[in-house]
């Protein structure tokens, strides 16, 4: 099992790890505009949004976040996304699926000030916290995104707790990430299902998109081993490939050979 695996096993390691990785690629990135830290998606045949130019260079990660956004209508709503990265999502779904307010909040403050400069966008605002402990009021929101981000948490249960606090009843949790499920990783899988289960939220309807989110690495291979090596040190190459799903990467064939269980949700708080 790689080191990293062993660092994740325990809680408050891995919190340290993504407290510092975060903001780390914030800076290396941030001459190059990286709005999205997500891997992709794609359909066969092809999805084909209608993109603007501007975002047509992120066009898989789009799809990613469309299509899981897009499990109901966000038209009017108050939205909040937990762990939005830098941005581009909350961006591209605020300026398309029209919710009367959306709210990004993610741990990384430089990830953050980042956002509240490249995003300005009326009904869109960004806020630092942590996902374990939201800070807002309960039923303060009509839908709660997470796209990609809850492998990260120390705690997964305690974050589901706080999103049904959050959620106003009738409100729904869009929710997409992966777990491995094989091997010496296997338990994580299991620990993900049971909390799911208990979570506090009905289940409106799961898809397993492996191969949707498979073929979006493929789109955006290419451009992402560029970054890698052209912003980070040798020793972070094979992190940085992991974290990016290149083509080849530990990530990429874990998903290929079904080790690795990439799925998308829509909850319900009743």
């Not at 990785?21 to 092809?46: G, I, M, Q």
């Amino acid at each position: 099992m790689p080191l990293i695996d062993h660092l994740f096993a325990f809680g408050f390691l891995r919190k340290a790890v993504w407290k510092f990785w975060y903001p780390f690629l914030t800076r290396r990135l941030r001459e190059e505009e990286v709005l999205f830290l997500n891997y992709a998606y794609e359909t066969e045949p092809p999805m084909g949004l209608t993109l603007s130019p501007a975002d047509e260079p992120n066009r898989a990660c789009i799809q990613l976040y469309h299509h899981v956004a897009t499990q109901v209508d966000l038209r009017g709503k108050d939205v909040l996304e937990v762990s939005c990265g830098h941005g581009g999502g909350a961006s591209y779904l605020t300026r398309t699926l029209q919710p009367a307010r959306y709210t990004g909040l993610d741990l990384n403050a430089t990830g953050i000030r980042f956002c509240q400069k490249r995003h300005v966008i009326d009904g869109l605002n960004f806020i630092q916290g942590d996902a374990e402990h939201l800070p807002f009021p309960d039923n303060s929101f009509d839908a709660v995104l997470n796209v990609e981000a809850s492998h990260c948490y120390p705690s997964f249960p305690r974050f589901l707790a706080e999103v049904a606090r959050v959620l106003r009843p009738g409100g729904h949790f869009l929710y997409a990430d992966f777990r491995f499920c094989d091997g010496e990783s296997g338990g994580d899988f299991a620990a993900w299902e049971a909390a799911l289960a208990a979570a506090p939220l009905q289940l409106v309807r799961s898809e397993v998109i492996n191969d949707g989110v498979r073929r979006g690495m493929d789109l955006n291979s290419a451009r992402s081993q560029s970054l890698i090596t052209r912003h980070l040190p040798s020793f972070l190459h094979a992190l940085g490939r992991d974290f990016a799903g290149t083509r080849g990467s530990r990530i990429y064939n874990a998903l290929a050979a079904g080790q690795l269980s990439y799925r998308c949700y829509c909850f319900t708080k009743r």
